[in-house]
Nanobody, 115 residues
Framework: QVQLVESGGGLVQPGGSLRLSCAASGSIFSIGIMGWYRQAPGKQRELVAVINNGGSTDYADSVKGRFTISRDNAKNTVYLQMNILKPEDTAVYYC?????????WGQGTQVTVSS
């Protein structure tokens, strides 16, 4: 069983930046696909960005050009750089790792974008 622990959330003003980190207790290379999801109050959880072991990425349309997902397999860590943050980015952000029959989720980190 692999544990995923997110960090880096907080309160930021509109237009600001945050970098989220997701540290895994095991090999993210072995897991395969790593991603970030978010859930705003009263809404369903949605995909933000995913990255595979080859470095291929995919993003939700709402964050393209503003967010960047990356991974460091040596450190078993996945990152989400979030720039030009908007109030509608406010949500709990979750890290997910899946593949080879496994599906792991972190506990989430709160991101609040407000002036």
């Amino acid at each position: 069983q692999v544990q995923l622990v997110e960090s880096g959330g907080g309160l930021v003003q509109p237009g600001g930046s945050l970098r989220l980190s997701c540290a895994a207790s095991g090999s993210i290379f072995s897991i395969g696909i790593m991603g970030w999801y978010r859930q705003a109050p009263g809404k369903q959880r949605e995909l933000v960005a995913v990255i595979n072991n080859g470095g291929s990425t995919d993003y939700a349309d709402s964050v393209k050009g503003r967010f960047t997902i990356s991974r460091d397999n040596a450190k078993n860590t996945v990152y989400l750089q979030m720039n030009i943050l908007k109030p509608e980015d406010t949500a709990v952000y979750y890290c997910r790792g899946y593949g080879s029959g496994n599906d792991y989720w972190g506990q989430g980190t709160q991101v609040t974008v407000s002036s």
